[in-house]
């Protein structure tokens, strides 16, 4: 079963916007990682924050964590049409192996040009 | 090669039929990972490597899903007797260690027919 609910479920934008994504989950994690898949195959793994982090950035992403909400969100920043692809949060919880993940729904994100 | 290779791409079959999946890791990863994506969802685990050993396979959804990685690098995921439901993306992931990155290979589409 899906750990927990990204929203939105889709999100159009225009090139040079911000596009932000959010994810939460259910139970205690040991991380929470992002991850982009396009047309539906291989995942890419964007960026992994661990529990006791709250804020991290790579490039044009910046992830936040807020374990007492057990939420999250991604941002990119300066949209460009080829970030156009699906985003997914994963938790690896307390319980489980570091990269035994549980993944939500994902976002699909549409940058037109 | 340097990412993780998955076979065949494709592959279509009849219900009730046997199918083999393979999974080629990273190169000196010692943990792998199974994923299955039905169409609009987020992966779902199956099972996780440490060596040759399943050390989870608590995904599994019953018995005609088997797996194994008999040298420790190399896996082949078995289905028996296949159902229609069993259509889905299946996607392997590999790690260096059980507490790194894991990386995705590209994926195998099943089609049950």
């Known amino acids: 079963s899906q750990q927990g609910e990204e929203d939105p479920q889709a999100l159009s934008i225009q090139e040079g916007e911000n596009a932000t994504m959010n994810c939460s989950y259910k139970?205690?994690?040991?991380?929470l990682q992002w991850y982009r898949q396009n047309s539906g195959r291989g995942l890419v793994h964007l960026i992994l924050?661990?529990?006791?982090?709250r804020e991290k950035h790579s490039g044009r992403l910046r992830v936040t964590l807020d374990t007492s909400k057990k939420s999250s969100s991604l941002l990119i920043t300066a949209s460009r049409a080829a970030d156009t692809a699906s985003y997914f949060c994963?938790?690896?919880?307390?319980?489980?192996?570091?990269?035994?993940?549980?993944f939500g729904a994902g976002t699909r994100l549409a940058v037109h040009p | 090669g340097a990412g993780v290779s998955q076979t065949p791409s494709n592959k279509v079959t009849e219900k009730g039929k046997y199918v083999e999946l393979r999974c080629d890791p990273i190169?000196?990863?010692?943990?792998l990972y199974w994923y299955r994506q039905s169409l609009g969802q987020g992966p779902e685990f199956l099972i996780y490597?440490?060596?040759?050993?399943?050390?989870?396979d608590s995904g599994l959804p019953n018995d005609r899903f088997f797996a194994v990685r008999p040298e420790g690098s190399v896996s082949t995921l078995k289905i028996q007797r296949t159902e229609r439901g069993d259509s889905a993306v299946y996607l392997c992931?590999?790690?260096?260690?059980?507490?790194?990155?894991?990386?995705f290979g590209q994926g195998t589409r099943l089609t049950v027919v």
């Open positions: 992931a590999s790690s260096l260690t059980e507490h790194t990155e894991a990386f």
């Open positions: 139970t205690s994690i040991n991380n």
């Open positions: 924050i661990r529990s006791n982090e």
């Open positions: 994963a938790t690896a919880d307390v319980s489980g192996g570091y990269n035994k993940l549980i």
């Open positions: 190169s000196g990863h010692t943990a």
């Open positions: 490597f440490q060596g040759t050993g399943a050390a989870d």
